[in-house]
């Protein structure tokens, strides 16, 4: 047991979790020990590693290849859901790192998952079934692996077990056997960090501060941030108003900023006519951890240009709004 280690809520099933707070987090020690745990664990066998781009999992990537060089298989899964250019980006990044990262196009596979779902839990839980079972399912058992590492922390379990929402990289804290249900064991080596813990491992692993500093991103991706059906056209609206929303707060210092697309169309006009389009909420946070947050203070003259842009750009949006109540009794993601 580490000597920072502090125990906090209870897993469902009775299990305990160990925080380590990043006040008294040791970077390097974490860093080592982690690694041994990885070494030991794989042994001489292989792991797939699932990297998303987003701090948590690219701290992961680094763990996991520093443990098992060669023997880590990195894996990008394009599900259609990412923000503009994520995927080639991603790639990139970790090619100059000495990573080599596989992207795998599973579009099809993940909208018709998710065809004509609305539900919110029930959108996570196909996500979750299809990144799972179908698509790292068929890579275990193609490679022969028989263990799958992903970024999980301590937030993302709290949220699940509490009933606020399902994330959905919670697997075996919910009573799911990975190994009998998909084929593989799961490895989380963040497991007891929160956000800014991570943040300091993942600087302290050599990542560049584009990773490190990088604002969340849901694991669920814009699908998340699509109130309603997910559907290749929704993404495609929601994916052009999150470019604009991050090209005009990149510069904010909000902990997290982003363009939501709502289910119900609304009234507005263009030309002197009727046009009954798409609504657009901004959501932009001041937080630490993710476990409480406040709306960010923002100029009003940002909040218009936000607008001003959005109902230029993206076809078919005449409503934009700004959402100004805290978490809790909000969430920071709208889905």
């Known amino acids: 047991m580490s000597l920072y280690a502090i125990i906090t809520s209870p897993w469902r099933g009775g299990e305990l979790i160990k925080e380590i707070k990043a006040s008294e987090l040791d970077s390097k020690k974490f860093i080592a020990e982690k690694v041994e745990e990885i070494k030991k664990t794989v042994g001489k066998g292989l ?5 998303s781009g987003g701090v948590d999992s690219s701290t992961v990537t680094m763990l996991g290849h520093e443990a098992l060089g060669d023997r880590l298989r990195t894996v990008f899964v394009d599900h ?4 503009e250019g994520e995927p080639q980006r991603v790639v990139n990044v970790f090619k100059r790192l000495g990573v080599k990262v596989e992207l795998v196009d599973s579009k099809q596979q993940f909208f018709n998952a998710l065809k004509g779902i609305e539900d919110p839990e029930q959108k996570r839980e196909a996500i979750t079934r ?3 079972r179908d698509v790292f399912g068929k890579i275990v058992r193609d490679t022969g692996a028989k263990y799958l ?11 699940t077990v509490a009933g606020i929402k399902r994330q959905h990289n919670i697997l075996t804290q919910i009573g799911i056997d990975t190994e009998k249900e998909f084929g593989y064991q799961v490895l989380e080596p ?7 813990g991570v943040r300091k491992v993942s600087k302290a692993l050599g990542l560049p501060e584009e990773i490190y500093n990088r604002m969340p991103f849901l694991g669920p991706a814009l699908a998340g941030r699509v109130i309603g059906e997910v559907t ?10 999150t470019v604009i929303v991050e090209e005009e707060l990149a510069k904010s210092g909000a ?3 982003m363009a939501i697309l709502h289910k119900d169309k609304v009234t507005g006009m263009r030309n002197g006519k ?8 901004i959501r932009c946070w001041d937080s630490l951890d993710a476990r409480t947050a406040t709306p960010s203070n923002l100029p009003f003259s940002a909040l218009q240009r936000i607008a001003d842009r959005t109902t230029r750009e993206v076809p078919g949006v005449v409503s934009v709004t700004y959402n100004v109540t805290p978490k809790p009794p909000s969430t920071m993601e709208a889905v």
């Open 232 to 241: 290749p056209e929704r993404i495609a609206v929601v994916r052009a108003a």
């Open 80 to 83: 259609g859901l990412m923000r």
């Open 190 to 196: 963040l497991i007891q960090l929160r956000k800014d």
């Open 274 to 281: 009727r046009d009954f389009g798409q609504q657009i909420e």
């Open 130 to 132: 299809t990144f799972y």
């Open 149 to 159: 590492m992903h970024g999980t922390i301590l937030t993302d379990v709290d949220e």
């Open 255 to 257: 902990f997290q900023y």
């Open 47 to 51: 792991a797939i590693n699932a990297l």
